[in-house]
């Protein structure tokens, strides 16, 4: 009975123990829970000041630019070849003279005989004794003025008979026509120069004229169609 009695009298005092435990631990665990709470409004009225954050403004990366002194070299000019080494530019009125006359004076020779028209007439371009333009060296000749006040060559007193023989200038043939340009157009570049040997005058086969006999007057060759002559 009296071991009964101390039983329950030290359950009772374990029991008031853990009551003043669990009371400590309680009081304990809402002291942190205010601190907690203290630290965190503490800390909400220091960082927070009522302002909201700035956004971030993105700019466009800058496109950089570089500068030079250096100019672009200008592209070469390109200019034809004229006769012999030289380099001349030729009009298109000179190219049409020259045709005219490779046309009128030998378009049923033979190809080599058409280019060595083409290469007396450049010759007496480059002669002393002859003028000093195309133009001017195949249509040389004696002049008058007709009864419509007109100046025109004399008939019969051409240095190249076409230009003077009263017929039509005009080509009629348009295949030999454009074969005389195409000759022109490469004896002018220098193509072929020197085939009649420096020649400045030349006949057809079939004739003989006087001025063969003249004194500087040295045969050179026949070419095609043609005897060829260098004066002098």
Known sequence: ???????????????????????????AFVVL????????????????????????????????????NEEAEPEPE??????????ETWSEQENECLSLNIY?????????GRI??????????????????????VKQANMRTNWKGNVVPVRGMCHFSWFCDGLSDEPMELDA???????????????WRGISEGATHYHATYVTPNWINDRGMVPVGRIGAHKFYRWH
């Open 116 to 137: 060595a028209v083409a290469d007396v007439t450049l010759n007496r371009v480059d002669s002393n004794l002859f003028p000093n333009t195309i133009c001017e060296v």
């Open 177 to 191: 026509y454009e074969e005389a340009q195409i000759i022109a157009e490469m004896s002018l570049r220098g193509g």
């Open 78 to 87: 390109y200019v034809p070849s004229g006769p012999g080494s030289t380099e």
């Open 1 to 27: 009975m009296k071991k009964n009695n101390r039983l329950l009298t030290g359950l009772k005092h374990l029991g008031r123990k853990i009551r003043q435990n669990i009371q400590t631990i309680g009081d």
């Open 104 to 112: 009128h004076e030998s378009r049923s020779d033979s190809f080599a």
């Open 33 to 68: 829970i205010i601190a907690l709470t203290v630290v965190g409004i503490f800390r909400f009225i220091i960082v927070d000041d009522g302002s909201k954050p700035k956004p971030i403004k993105e700019t466009a990366p800058v496109e950089q630019t570089y500068e030079t």
